[in-house]
């Protein structure tokens, strides 16, 4: 299988890998042929890549990070979460709390366990849906980014479960904010974003005030836009003031928010989304964590068309899990874009050879 953007789709192309929706429901199945109107509907709906069968690479393995079962029950841990929260009156959303934050625990622990268990590196782009609500997938994304930085450094079970519970609520404060805001399909006026910036606030107020959660959970809602530098928000606090949480969960939150499908812009590939993240290490991201997620996350996924820097071009076979962005690639065009008989070379051994650029279109 291949990685292709969804305006690089004709009719005809083969649908390698299902396209569901939060709740696990397939939308296109494997193996369809995708028509113009689906192709356009794809785009519509905020789908930037799809993985497509071709010939070259119908033996490539795109790994799943945590399994269906899993992503299902915490997609809908999360959202029956904060749609209670949303819907009960202020009196009551304490006990809600009370009530969810052991299915919370729950599910964090088994998240926990499968990305520590898992054979390949930290890729989500294998997983491909579609969903109305960007802030509970986002959650979960993020509560499994954290949990991979945390578990690279090495962190205690009840320290990274704590971390879980924050990053699933770090976005808690959002359902205080109007919908039409948080949905808008265009970009904000500089009174919506400061709307918008009011959710760590929310979030941290609503939080603070449960009981049987630690406070450092209202704590990672609270500074996880803040910033090494003292330029982010709420309070412009610095690293030194910043929680270690907080600190994890800004990575992985810049990281999904910017690879991401979103109806304003196209996603990201996570070697994009890293440059983001080490072009603020040291200002605004603490660097050692940037370090940890890059020997985590699949920098260049399987499936993804790359020009190395001796000119040949090759798909992304096979990762490394400590060695994140040394794939095994398969050669299919030679330094003159000559078409060869494939073969495959590990950048792991091959260290004089890197790669030079990804292809957002099948070359």
């Known amino acids: 299988m291949r990685l292709a953007n969804t305006k690089s789709l004709i009719p005809g192309t083969i649908v390698g890998q299902a396209v569901r929706n939060e709740n696990g429901s397939v939308l296109i199945q494997r193996g369809l042929s995708l028509t113009g109107k689906m192709i356009n509907r794809l785009v519509q709906q905020g789908i930037t890549y799809i993985y497509i069968e071709d010939d070259l690479t119908s033996d490539i393995h795109i790994p799943t990070v945590i399994s269906e079962t899993t ?20 009196a009551n959303r304490s006990f809600i709390m009370e009530k969810k934050n052991g299915q919370m625990t729950s599910v964090v622990e088994r998240l926990l366990d499968e990305v520590m268990n898992r054979d390949d590196a930290l890729s989500l782009l294998a ?4 969903t109305d609500d960007y802030i509970f997938q986002h959650s979960l994304n993020v509560t499994i980014y954290a949990l991979a930085i945390g578990t690279e450094l090495k962190l205690s079970k009840e ?6 519970v924050g990053s699933m609520l770090h976005d808690v404060g959002k359902i205080f904010i109007d919908p039409k805001i948080l949905k808008k399909p265009s970009g904000l006026s500089d009174v919506e974003y400061e709307t918008i910036k009011n959710h760590t606030q929310y979030g941290y107020d609503f939080l603070r005030k449960q009981h049987n959660l630690p406070l450092v959970v209202a704590h990672c809602a609270l500074q996880h ?20 949480y907080a600190k994890i969960i800004a990575v992985a939150d810049v990281f999904d928010a910017v690879t991401s499908n979103r109806s304003y812009r196209e996603a990201m590939l996570p070697h994009e989304g890293l440059e983001i993240l080490y072009a603020g290490a040291v200002n605004l991201f603490d660097k050692e ?3 940890a997620f890059k020997r985590s996350v699949a920098v260049y996924p399987n499936g993804l068309t790359v020009e190395l820097s001796d000119n040949r071009l090759g798909v992304v076979v096979k990762q490394h899990k400590h060695l994140c962005d040394r794939p095994v690639i398969r050669i299919i065009k030679d330094s003159t874009q000559q078409d060869v008989i494939p073969y495959e070379i590990d950048l792991s051994t091959s260290l004089s050879i890197t790669v030079k650029s990804c292809f957002h279109q099948i070359a």
């Open 225 to 244: 836009h803040e910033r090494l530098d003292g330029t982010g928000y709420p309070r412009g606090i610095k690293g030194e003031d910043m929680h270690a």
């Open 289 to 291: 964590l940037v370090e």
């Open 127 to 130: 997983d491909v849906f579609v």
């Open 71 to 90: 992503r299902i029950d915490a997609t809908n841990t999360i959202r029956d979460t904060f749609t209670s929260i949303r819907q009960q009156g202020f």
């Open 159 to 164: 320290k990274l479960v704590q971390i879980g």
